[in-house]
């Protein structure tokens, strides 16, 4: 149904005509802000599986940044509105759409927590369903239906979708109500796409909703057995998609070659290969199966699954990452195409294979990065796109039973204040040993407007001032995770104030997420860490040393002994330098024995060497997150 008529070569000559009338689409992950998990958040799956280890350590994205490119690049190139509401994903013949790439379209866009094209290529699902409630599966354009009837491997992942965009966006009920659809849906495949009790082959999937019953051809790359365990949690009919996960893997043990772990294009019910519907061979259909397969893995261990899988990582580290391709018979070979439809499946499998080829993964996950299709060929570079979601984290299960469990960490780091800085990484302290620094956090006026109780017993003498902490998750920095309030020790260390030990106490935040830090001090201009924040810690974070401060040659001052420090001068701390924090300083000069943010240097009076501090650092503007 989807290239056994079409020959990979002959889809050349498309190319001039796509690249002449598409439209680009600019990239939205995590927008808007506040999905429940974000792209690039996600690094662990509940099953058995391995990540690459070498994986991007740079970029928006950090070790998701592979993958957030490949998002780029297939929304830019494949996607295209119809309205003002609707998007499609454009298929090889760009002026057609099939159900397949929509529901494909929907997973990257829910995962990428992409709200606007999810809920456009939904739109673009129901306004094109039949009467059993599923899409048609070819549409020309934006508009007319030429190819009717249901393609059931579209419906699994639309479903499945659905539920992704559920858990993402729980409180969202408009345009859509993503949990009653996703009913509906998994509704509808149970009662015209699964085979009835009566029939050959009970509980297996069929190939849509128009083959009929009675019919015997079978695609095993639509058995989708951890989508099957999940709908069944998610409908409380558990009884049912358990029935049908066991069909599935019956037809699959049967199908699937004992050494390879390769598995036909299509079959018969008995899982005997044959030519119902296409040939008879490792292909264009049979690609999906390691993805089906990896993801039983890694969301359930299923042992069926991982056996098949570790069958194809043997197979492929026989052939070499390089050398690998389709189509071929299922006992493999090199005679297909070295494509991105077969090198990204086969990705998959290797990850969720045994820990043993961890090197394996880490060479085919490069490959999985450097090859891919020219325009307009959309199966593979959507697949491919797909398998880096999975590869990095950005393929986790909606209804798994367990969410990472928020714990109590210790974040430790070192940070100066240029005004309050003496030398050798030491500050003044002479708002403490003047008995001026409060017990209770400053931070509950604005533009902080922070409330909470954060409190000192006392402080000690050694203390140079409250900071406010802030963090967040990397890729959705407008949503703060927690704040904390911690006193400065004068070398640079923070010090809660409730134990009065090293490190600011955290007590949301989880081990399988990437975190930023935002440094908010009263009068000096705030920070934000430029490297990913992982928990328990390494090492302490160094904010006294430009690489580690997001544009840090702008936001930190040289103090040429080593060490660099935040800009003194932010009177009224809303992230930029300017005549107003000089009218804040004005007001009031000449206080002493004072806590007050116009004291820039931190000696407890406001005098002409606060206003030059100030002065040295006019017009110097903190990044967008730290703004008020």
Not at 2 to 21: R, V
Not at 349 to 368: C, K
Not at 554 to 578: H, K, P, R, S, W
Not at 582 to 608: C, K, M, P, Q, R
């Amino acid at each position: 149904m989807k290239y056994t008529q079409l020959n990979y070569a002959l889809m050349i000559w498309i190319s001039a005509l796509f690249c002449m009338q598409q439209t680009q689409i600019t990239a939205q992950i995590n927008t808007p802000a506040g999905a429940t998990k974000p792209f690039g958040s996600n690094m662990t799956y509940e099953g058995m599986y391995m990540l690459p280890t070498n994986l991007p350590t740079s970029g928006t994205y950090m070790h998701a940044q592979d993958a957030a490119d490949a998002y780029t690049h297939w929304k830019t190139n494949y996607v295209e509105a119809c309205g003002t509401d609707k998007f499609r994903v454009k298929y090889d013949n760009p002026g057609e759409t099939v159900s397949e790439g929509i529901a494909y379209g929907m997973l990257l866009a829910a995962y990428a927590a992409d709200k606007t094209l999810f809920d456009g290529l939904w739109a673009y699902y129901k306004e094109h369903m039949n009467a059993n409630g599923v899409m048609n599966w070819k549409v020309s354009g934006c508009s007319s239906v030429v190819g009717t009837g249901g393609a059931a491997d579209a419906e699994v992942d639309a479903a499945m979708a659905l539920l992704v965009a559920d858990h993402q966006w729980p409180a969202s009920s408009t345009p859509h109500d993503y949990a009653s659809d996703a009913a509906d849906l998994i509704s509808a495949i149970k009662d015209y796409e699964i085979q009835p009790t009566t029939n050959n082959g009970p509980y297996q999937l069929n190939n849509g909703d128009q083959w009929g019953f009675w019919n015997d051809c079978r695609n095993p790359s639509y058995q989708p057995p951890a989508y099957f365990k999940a709908y069944g949690d998610f409908m409380d009919d558990t009884s049912f998609w358990d029935n049908c996960v066991t069909a599935s893997y019956d037809l699959l043990n049967a199908n699937v070659h004992p050494t390879t772990g390769l598995v036909s294009n299509w079959s018969d019910h008995n899982g005997t290969p044959n030519w119902c519907n296409g040939p008879n061979e490792y292909g264009w259909d049979a690609c999906r199966n390691p993805w089906r397969m990896a993801t039983d893995v890694a969301w359930y261990d299923d042992a069926n699954a991982k056996a098949i899988c570790d069958n194809i990582a043997t197979y492929v580290e026989s052939t070499g990452v390089s050398s690998v391709s389709g189509p071929v018979p299922q006992s493999g070979g090199t005679s297909g195409y070295h494509s991105p439809t077969f090198v990204s499946t086969f990705a998959l499998a290797v990850m969720a294979s045994d820990p043993g080829n961890q090197d394996l993964l880490d060479d085919i996950y490069t490959e999985n990065v450097a090859v891919m299709d020219g325009l307009p060929w959309y199966f593979g570079n959507t697949l491919r796109c797909i398998s880096l979601f999975m590869m990095t984290g950005n393929f986790w299960n909606p209804l798994a039973s367990t969410e990472p469990t928020p714990s109590t960490y210790t974040f430790e780091a070192n940070l100066l204040l240029e005004g309050a800085y003496l030398a050798g990484g030491q500050m003044t302290t002479e708002l403490a040993t003047s008995g001026l620094i409060p017990t209770d956090q400053p931070f509950n006026t604005a533009p902080w407007n922070y409330t909470g109780t954060e409190s000192a017993s006392s402080i000690p003498a050694n203390i140079t001032d409250w900071v406010l902490l802030d963090i967040r998750e990397l890729n959705d920095p407008n949503s703060p995770v927690e704040q904390k309030a911690v006193l400065l020790r004068n070398d640079g260390a923070l010090i809660d104030p409730l134990t009065l030990t090293e490190g600011a106490v955290f007590q949301n935040l989880n081990n399988s997420t990437d975190y930023q830090m935002i440094v908010r001090p009263r009068n000096h201009l705030a920070i934000v860490s430029e490297n990913t924040i992982n928990f328990p810690q390494s090492e302490s974070y160094d904010f006294t040393q430009q690489s580690n401060v997001l544009l840090g040659s702008t936001q930190l001052v040289d103090m040429e002994d080593g060490y660099f420090a935040l800009l003194a001068g932010d009177f009224n701390a809303d992230g930029v330098i300017t005549v107003a924090d000089l009218n804040g300083y004005l007001a009031a000069s000449s206080s002493i024995n004072t806590y007050n943010a116009a004291d820039f240097n931190l000696d407890d009076t406001v005098t002409v060497s606060d206003f030059n501090t100030y002065k040295s650092n006019l017009a110097i503007i903190g990044v967008s997150l730290v703004q008020y």
